[in-house]
């Protein structure tokens, strides 16, 4: 099947700045509706950003006007823009498609760590 790989993640500071990265190896973004998603540990997954084929997209309330999603779709790739880290935002993230009924086999994520 197609494999997803997160990478980009890291230990930053308050308030620092990250971009992350979904590859796949096959060329699945480019018609489907990408979300990334972060789990907290003992928390439940949660959808933070999507954009659809069409380059519409949202965001969870909590990171509104802080990550910005984008696709690539020569490179088979979406990025996650994220700003203004807070601790909260502490988590592994996922991409994957929106639409659970349509999941790929989740990628192992990328480790993010805001310290305060």
């Known amino acids: 099947q197609v494999q997803l790989v997160e990478s980009g993640g890291g230990l930053v500071q308050a308030g620092g700045s990250l971009r992350l990265s979904c590859a796949a190896s096959?060329?699945?973004?480019?018609?489907?509706?990408i979300g990334w998603y972060r789990q907290a540990p003992g928390k439940q997954r949660e959808l933070v950003a999507t954009?659809?084929?069409?380059?519409?997209?949202n965001y969870a309330d909590s990171v509104k006007g802080r990550f910005t999603i984008a696709r690539d779709n020569a490179k088979n790739t979406v990025s996650l823009q994220m700003n203004s880290l807070k601790p909260e935002d502490t988590a592994v993230y996922y991409c994957n498609r929106v639409n659970w009924r349509n999941w790929l086999p989740w990628g192992q994520g990328t480790q993010v760590t805001v310290s305060s």
């Open positions: 096959g060329n699945i973004f480019s018609i489907n509706a």
């Open positions: 954009i659809t084929s069409g380059g519409s997209t």
